[in-house]
């Protein structure tokens, strides 16, 4: 599968770059990918919720009224969780929301999400380029040169360059990464991929071991 290698003025610079079938071509497997999307989501999850239960409380254990002849329900202490200011029963707890999925699974996920932009021609790649300083202008300037100006987009770089990072960090619809930070929910998430020419070479190497 050949692509056409854009400049970031969104010209054609007259090369091709070969996206490996294994990668970009595969059948999508959609369960691979829903549960590794959802170990990301459930891996942002603190987990630190925590609510007081009535032996946490503090406050009297002392029966505050008669167990009976009162014409209401038997109560014991002001702990009890009916009454305002008492504990919570099965409240949360501070627990791990942490899920294992296996190498291989992830590694099937990304293909298959890589796979799915690659069917939806979603896809461009540009030749590596840098800015000379940070400036959202000049990234809003190569997102109207790519025509993904509308589009919620996710710009792959083969190596951190901070100029580029810290010109798109300010637009709500634009996320820059490096290679390395690729997941199965960041490329799913985004409608359509930039990817630096060299990137495509470290994601080939990455997903192909």
Same mark, same amino acid.
């Given at each position: 599968?050949? *692509?056409? *290698?854009? @400049? $970031?003025?969104?010209? @054609?610079? %007259?090369? &091709?770059?070969?996206?490996?079938? =294994?990668? !970009?071509?595969?059948?999508?497997?959609?369960?691979?990918?829903?549960?590794?999307?959802?170990?990301?989501?459930?891996?942002?999850?603190?987990? &630190?919720?925590?609510?007081?239960?009535?032996?946490?409380?503090?406050?009297?254990?002392?029966? $505050?009224?008669?167990? /009976?002849?009162?014409?209401?329900?038997?109560?014991? =202490?002001?702990?009890?969780?009916? !009454?305002?200011?008492?504990?919570?029963? !099965?409240?949360?707890?501070?627990?791990?929301?942490?899920?294992?999925?296996?190498?291989?699974? /992830?590694?099937?996920?990304?293909?298959?999400?890589?796979?799915?932009?690659?069917?939806?021609?979603?896809?461009?790649?540009?030749?590596?380029?840098?800015? @000379?300083?940070?400036?959202? /202008?000049? !990234?809003? +300037?190569?997102? =109207?040169?790519? %025509?993904?100006?509308?589009?919620? =987009?996710?710009?792959?770089?083969?190596?951190?360059?901070?100029? *580029?990072?810290?010109?798109?960090?300010?637009? &709500?619809?634009?996320?820059?990464?490096?290679? @390395?930070?690729?997941?199965?929910?960041?490329?799913?998430?985004?409608?359509?991929?930039?990817?630096?020419?060299? +990137?495509?070479?470290?994601?080939? +190497?990455?997903?192909? /071991?």
């Amino acid at each position: 599968m050949k *692509v056409a *290698v854009v @400049d $970031i003025n969104g010209k @054609d610079t %007259g090369r &091709t770059v070969a996206l490996d079938k =294994s990668i !970009f071509g595969v059948e999508p497997n959609e369960h691979a990918v829903y549960l590794d999307v959802k170990q990301y989501l459930a891996h942002q999850r603190q987990g &630190t919720h925590k609510a007081k239960e009535r032996a946490e409380i503090v406050g009297s254990t002392r029966k $505050i009224k008669k167990q /009976k002849g009162t014409g209401t329900a038997r109560a014991g =202490s002001i702990k009890n969780p009916l !009454f305002r200011g008492g504990g919570r029963v !099965f409240g949360p707890r501070v627990r791990s929301y942490n899920q294992k999925v296996n190498k291989n699974v /992830k590694r099937l996920a990304r293909k298959s999400a890589f796979s799915l932009k690659a069917k939806q021609k979603s896809i461009t790649v540009v030749e590596d380029f840098q800015f @000379d300083a940070p400036k959202t /202008k000049s !990234f809003q +300037a190569a997102l =109207s040169a790519l %025509g993904v100006a509308d589009k919620k =987009s996710l710009w792959v770089l083969g190596s951190p360059n901070q100029n *580029v990072y810290l010109s798109g960090r300010n637009l &709500t619809s634009t996320e820059v990464l490096t290679n @390395d930070e690729l997941n199965t929910y960041k490329i799913m998430n985004a409608q359509h991929l930039v990817l630096a020419e060299s +990137a495509v070479a470290a994601i080939e +190497a990455n997903l192909s /071991k």
